[in-house]
């Protein structure tokens, strides 16, 4: 969970992590959807990651973030990248 906290610092390199936004966690939740082949549990495990460190640093709206639909959309990466989930 350290490394995905530590991706989603990194992806916003010029802003703080206190000056995040809901929207900011919305975009990058979606880019993730879209552009990477990570498993459901992985997805859900930067869902978490991401809501941890929101409520760690006090982010403001936090409860905008709708984080059962990111938890719960994780379930259909799977079928997008169905190689990639296969053992």
Known sequence: MVV???QYIAAHPDRR???QTPADADSYLEDLVRKTSLTAWQFREAVDAIQQLFELVGVNGLGEVDWT???DSAQGSEAMYPTMTRG
Do not use: M, P, Q, T
């Open 69 to 71: 639909h990111w938890r």
């Open 4 to 6: 995905r906290a530590e």
């Open 17 to 19: 992590l206190s000056r």
